[in-house]
């Protein structure tokens, strides 16, 4: 069983084409989880359970974050637990592809890999002090980066490690107006100073467009994500 946990705000068509790419590829049993941060009108996607929480933005994130750790720590039907955006593309076989890549990781303090690889970022160090390297598995390279974003594949050992995320001061985001949530320094510095090890795929396996940011609008004016 893989389960997956989606985070979304206000894009109902992309949600939706989300999932209807999920369930199209044959040959997995999906269990789909929906965390909407206060959509204007609540998602309603055929074959998902939708938690609706109240609108935070990156501020509020954490809170999302939490749930999907949670809900995911207390349910024993699951192998592998995928997290995704709202607002990304799978490419072809993605389910496929991102199994068979981070079961190949021959490591066995392994705990996840991101699924999004952006160009600007490609290869380099970010909220550890760890340099990223290349790294050759049985199905194609990976980067062992120490470092991820929330759209990930992880196993249970990682859930199990994560420890409870908390609001970041607001003074944080008054300083600096183009802070991001902060959950993906908090995912990455939890599991580095555990010991655990973080992976990114080589090649994107999922694809992120022009569009406009819901959750960081500022900051992706500057820091575009750019993905091949």
Avoid at 105 to 121: C, F, Q, Y
Avoid at 159 to 187: C, K, Q
Wanted: glycine share 8%; net charge negative.
């Amino acid at each position: 069983m893989i389960r997956i946990a989606i985070t979304t705000y206000n894009r109902p068509a992309m949600l939706e084409r989300l999932v209807n790419r999920l369930f199209d590829e044959d040959g997995y049993k999906l269990d789909v989880y929906i965390y909407d941060d206060g959509s204007d009108e609540a998602p309603s996607v055929p074959g998902c359970t939708v938690h609706t929480y109240e609108h935070g933005g990156a501020r509020g994130f954490y809170r999302l974050w939490n749930g999907i750790m949670q809900d995911a720590q207390e349910a024993h039907d699951w192998a592998r637990l995928i997290v995704l955006p709202d607002d990304v593309d799978p490419m072809s076989g993605f389910l496929g592809r991102s199994t068979e890549l981070y079961d190949a990781i021959d490591d066995k303090h392994k705990v996840a890999m991101g699924l999004l690889t952006d160009e600007e970022r490609r290869g380099k160090a970010s909220w550890t002090d760890f340099v990223p390297r290349v790294v050759e598995t049985s199905a194609g390279k990976v980067y062992h980066t120490q470092w991820t974003e929330h759209a990930l594949i992880c196993g249970r050992r990682f859930v199990d490690a994560m420890p409870h995320m908390y609001s970041l001061p607001e003074r944080a985001f008054i300083t600096n107006p183009l802070r991001s949530s902060g959950v993906g320094a908090h995912i990455s510095r939890a599991m580095d100073s555990a010991g655990f090890h973080i992976y990114q795929a080589f090649e994107t396996l999922l694809h992120h467009g022009d569009h406009e940011s819901l959750m960081h609008p500022e900051l992706r004016k500057e820091e575009r994500l750019t993905t091949k």
